[in-house]
């Protein structure tokens, strides 16, 4: 690991990843050992890395998995599911299950076909459902903490993007922890600071079965675009990835990025249907997406 400088055996290679994991959840002052966190599985390596990691550590840590349903000929949300609940009983861990279809009545590529957000690509009606039904099972079940798997990789991808297009009310936003606020669960990243290889080395030196096909729907996209200049960057100036990131965060710390005169969304009312918080008055996104608004 050219960007840590150090080289590891197996053994203490996978003792570092917990140890390193611990560091970052002490040094964003994420969550303690007290605390009930529900980890958000998709069956890729990242969420079950991030389960494992929190189980051996020693944190309360149960997972929750969304089904989508999407299908297109690998039963991509199928085989997931099926990797997360075997990766839960090899450990006795509790999996909360929702699955999409079962309780809206329709698939997210059926969802995405009626809605004009996104195209008709799922991406974003699919964002917008996970966010809310995270939540809901968060603040039902009683989990203060909303743990993803999100690494390096994505944390850079998203920062560059938000970049390039300037986008202070995200930027302002993006960060290893994003605090409870009205009727919202505290989110965190456990995972920020590791890239995306080390969680797949991690993964593949614990044996843990991950559902290797990514989303249909992932490819293409302008995030994957960012990650590929990245890595290239990453090859010619080992470690510019992490700094990055973390000189984000400390300017941020510093008050360069304070919030004080920008537009992020203020979630002032709660949604008369399904009483989560909305920026808007009147039914949530969520709720005209699923027409329970109609
Ligand atoms: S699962 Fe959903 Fe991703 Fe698939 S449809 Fe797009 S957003 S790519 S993380
Ligand atoms: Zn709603």
Request: glycine share 8%; net charge neutral; hydrophobic share 35%.
């Amino acid at each position: 690991m050219k960007q840590h400088r150090l080289a590891y055996c197996k053994e203490h290679y996978i003792e570092w990843v917990i140890d390193y994991t611990v560091k970052t959840i002490e040094r964003y002052h994420l969550f303690s050992k007290e605390e009930k966190i529900l980890v958000a599985v998709s069956g890729g390596k990242d969420s079950l890395a991030l389960w494992d990691i929190l189980w051996q550590a020693g944190y309360q840590a149960d997972g929750l998995y969304i089904g989508l349903g999407i299908d297109d000929g690998i039963h991509y949300s199928d085989r997931s599911h099926e990797l997360s609940l075997k990766f839960a009983e090899e450990r006795g861990l509790l999996l909360h299950t929702v699955n999409i279809p079962e309780r809206y009545d329709e698939t997210i590529p059926q969802m995405a076909q009626r809605d004009r957000r996104g195209h008709g690509k799922p991406c974003s009606v699919c964002g917008l459902v996970k966010r809310h039904e995270m939540n809901r099972i968060a603040v039902e079940k009683g989990y203060p903490v909303l743990a993803t798997g999100h690494n390096l990789d994505d944390e850079v991808a998203v920062l560059l993007g938000n970049t390039l297009s300037w986008s202070m009310d995200m930027l302002i936003r993006q960060a290893p922890l994003l605090p409870a606020e009205n009727g919202f669960a505290r989110k965190v990243k456990p995972l920020c600071r590791f890239t995306e290889r080390e969680t797949a080395a991690y993964t593949i030196l614990k044996n843990i079965e991950y559902i290797f096909d990514e989303c249909p729907y992932a490819v293409g996209s302008k995030s994957a675009s960012f990650k590929q200049i990245l890595n290239q960057l990453e090859e010619e100036m080992p470690g510019k990835k992490l700094k990055f990131y973390t000189d984000f965060l400390r300017m941020k710390k510093d008050g360069y990025l304070n919030d004080k005169n920008d537009e992020k969304p203020g979630y002032y009312h709660t949604c008369p249907i399904c009483n989560q918080p909305t920026t808007i008055e009147g039914p949530c996104a969520f709720c005209r997406l699923v027409g329970k608004a109609i």
